[in-house]
């Protein structure tokens, strides 16, 4: 924990440094949001909902709105409906005014989902979400290769650059998550954990980034790699994971009856405790922080402004360790769960 | 509420991209990283390993080379002492036969002076008994130079004769 702790320090200083750097942009972005929520028709009579702006914010949407007058990206929208394939710019389903238009049959509704004649889609639209998976994918692709390059290139020799420097963390996911929480057999799920640990880990620190998608604050992100541990745990789950699941060895007969639903009950609620607990802690971060700095535009008060600044910094630096933590923690517990399914159990 | 509804087109996504770059990794980036560390981790262990080793080794050695030490002194000193005793012997036969050959000379000198002595004393006697009878013919020359004289010793003789 404490190699992992004094490395997060070092992130963080590292990020402190790019946030210093970015914080205008940071301001200037959600300013942008403020303005652009103010004028629409759904902001509340004082001009400025700051729920409104937060929600919007830690959602996924059809645009990537980086900053006002001309820095909207519009991203692909790539819809499955009755008519069949349909690829086109989300620009279509905004007016110049940024009010949702209709596009061949094609509409935003009140909550952003795209409905077709009134029905809903199946919507693989490239989202903002899917735009930050994408670019942490490719992220994690750069890096890692790089870093592989690095031990190729140094045989035989220490370490060097980026490879020296994600050597610890690879090693602490090994020796410090998997390897004594897997037991004997953790070398064929390490490639899965390390994998499952640096997205996170990636994801949570690019969602930091001003003006980036909160990716992995996002529940169907979470969902689909908590199910992802659920089906291997249970892939791999052995006799004796099954067998303590089921018939409940060394416990009185009718003792057994009440343990097994709570035993079945069980199997769920771990992929959902990974799912709500990723997606809690880094979306209610991004709540914190953008409530935060709302707390300017409601008061509209330099005083309050300058408070608020200075408790976002904080925040932010709090935020930095939780990405580490939840990487931690969702790389710990799936190793876990996984640990516990192919544990060989001693029969009592 | 809205947050809260995980979007399908997003699970579907995430599933595709994370699933490929689970593959893209395990293959281009973990596979190698893990086994150059596993093999950077073998052969310090083995260095170590070696190091502890030679020291035991040379430990080892080192007492050997007492050990080989404290034979060699206690052999010389067991080869001194012998020599010595050697020395102490050889001297004492010699002086032993040394002292036999004298004993030997002088025995042998003695007999021979001995002998030599005997034969003087012969000489001697012999040349004594020579003068005698040289004297006494020149005695006997002097005093029977005349008539009388012998005449009265072969009185003297008859008369010695008379008498027995």
New interface residues.
Partial sequence: MSVFLSLSKKISVALIVLLAAFSPALFAADEAQVHELQEEPTASEHGFNASEVIIHHVLDDHIWHLWDHGGTIYLPVIVYSEKGLDIFSSHHLYDEHHNKVEYNGYKLDELGHIVFNGQSVLDLSITKNVAMLLINAALLVLVFMAVAKGYKKNLGKAPSGIQSFMEPVIVFVRDEIVKPNIGKHYEKYLPYMLTLFFFILFGNFLGLLPGAGNLTGNIAVTLTLAVLTFLITNIKGNKDYWAHIFWTPGVPLPLRLIILPVEIVGIFTKPISLTIRLFVAITAGHIVLLSLICLAFIFKSVWVGAGSTVMVLFISLIELLVAGIQAYVFTLFSSLYIGMSTAEHEHH | M??????????????I??V???L???K???????S??KEREK?IQDALDTAENTRAEIAKLKADNANLLREARDERDKMLRDAREAGNRLKEEAQIAAKKSADKIIEDARAAINIEKQAAMKDIRIQVSNFSLEIAEKLLKKNLSDDSSQKALVDSYLKDLKIN
């Fill in positions: 809205e947050l809260l509804t995980p979007g399908t087109g997003l699970i579907i996504w995430q599933l991209i994370f490929l770059l689970f893209l990794l395990s281009l980036a973990w596979k190698p990283i893990l150059s560390l052969s």
